[in-house]
């Protein structure tokens, strides 16, 4: 009567386990080919960096010479 409940309780943890392991197996595979990897907006992998904003170009005057193509 013991080993069958001791065997049933093993049974039930080795099920547990394998579940376990296959629903991970299934969340990663879900992650994996998710819209967000496939060109979409993922998440953060790392600490965010910040780059300064970029300057303004400056106005360069050009001759109007060189502005019109040769014909």
Do not use: C, H, Q, Y
């Not at 065997?7 to 392991?21: N, P, Q």
């Amino acid at each position: 009567m013991i080993g069958n409940v001791l065997s049933l309780l093993i049974a039930l943890l080795i099920l547990a386990a394998v579940w376990t392991l296959i629903s991970g197996m299934f969340d990663t595979f879900r992650k994996d080919f998710s819209l967000d990897s496939m060109g979409g907006k993922s998440p953060p992998s790392g600490p965010e960096v910040r780059t300064p904003p970029a300057k303004k170009a400056e106005r360069v005057d050009v001759l109007p010479e060189l502005a019109t193509p040769w014909l």
